[in-house]
Nanobody
Framework: QVQLMESGGGLVQPGGSLRLSCAAW????????MEWYRQSPGNQRGFVAR???????DYAEFVKGRFIISRDNAKKTVYLQMNGLVPDDTAVYYC???????????????WGQGTQVTVSS
């Protein structure tokens, strides 16, 4: 019913920048929260950033001051601008959206397929 399509990952040198995008498709009424997570080899998937429908944001401590999350409600898209990248940022980045479908009162979580970010010289 809902699909999330991510893009923007790739290889970047330390100190560089990347911008991830995640667009939602489906019979969507609202998206109260959009989030980014990441998972590196041998580690659990962890929270990176969140933005709510009123544009309130929250960040993991290790990305504060470097990453910026934003959203375009008309496009049902969330972005993650990543600056000052370091090798420890290497991971698969996943978007997650809490979605209310048209005709339903409840909210459901949907995940993107993940996009690889590699920070290396």
């Amino acid at each position: 019913q809902v699909q999330l399509m991510e893009s923007g990952g790739g290889l970047v040198q330390p100190g560089g920048s990347l911008r991830l995008s995640c667009a939602a498709w489906g019979n969507i009424f609202s998206i109260p929260a959009m989030e980014w997570y990441r998972q590196s080899p041998g580690n659990q998937r962890g929270f990176v950033a969140r933005i709510t429908s009123d544009a309130s944001t929250d960040y993991a401590e290790f990305v504060k001051g470097r990453f910026i999350i934003s959203r375009d409600n008309a496009k049902k898209t969330v972005y993650l601008q990543m600056n000052g990248l370091v090798p420890d940022d290497t991971a698969v980045y996943y978007c997650k959206m809490r979605v209310q479908l048209r005709g339903f009162d409840d909210f459901r979580d949907y995940w993107g397929q993940g996009t690889q970010v590699t920070v290396s010289s």
